[in-house]
């Protein structure tokens, strides 16, 4: 036989497994397996970018209806203001109407 065959032979020889390794094969086929976890994380970082978005559309929904609300506000100082003017010239006239 050649040296080439002999190693050949010794690498193919039947070599009997230790004693462990029927319980790290099952520890190992219980984990979950690598794709998993990587469905998993991608999965959860879809969930948050979604949460994120609505988060910011409502966000920006809010900041627009308090801006709609301030104006509101103004329109309404501003109307109360030229009401007040307003009576405060009927009320002068009505007062040197009764002197």
């Keep these: 036989m050649t040296d080439f065959e002999d190693q050949l032979r010794r690498a193919l020889e039947r ?14 086929a ?3 397996a690598p794709w998993f976890q ?3 994380w991608a999965a959860a970082g879809i969930a948050a970018s979604l949460v994120m978005g609505a988060l910011s559309f409502e966000l920006d929904r ?17 109307a109360i203001q030229i009401t007040s003017a307003q009576l405060d010239k009927i009320n002068r006239k009505v007062q040197g109407a009764l002197r």
Excluded at 22 to 28: F, G, H, L, Q
């Design 15 to 28: 070599v009997e497994p230790s004693e462990d390794f029927a319980a790290r094969v099952a520890t190992r």
């Design 62 to 78: 809010r900041e627009r209806e308090r801006q709609q609300g301030q104006a509101a506000r103004a329109q309404l100082i501003q």
């Design 30 to 32: 219980r984990r979950p």
């Design 38 to 40: 990587w469905r998993a």
